[in-house]
């Protein structure tokens, strides 16, 4: 079994573990209804539609 001769430095342990935390920025879409940005397989935020259907009622439309 190997076993390390010297201890390997902070630096060294860092440049090893650096690529594996990094956050990416989520994707964004137009919605088909209003056009605003919104997430892929999600409900819109601003008009409440999904894959073209009326999911959730806001109060903008009601009035």
């Given at each position: ?10 630096a ?43 999911i ?8």
């Open positions: 079994m190997a076993v390390p001769k010297r201890k390997h430095s902070k060294r342990r860092d440049k090893r573990r650096n690529n594996v935390w990094k956050i990416e920025a989520p994707v964004l879409i137009k919605c088909e209804q209003c056009g605003a940005l919104k997430r892929p397989h999600r409900v819109c935020d601003s008009c409440g539609t999904y894959r073209g259907r009326q959730i009622v806001k109060a903008a439309q009601e009035a």
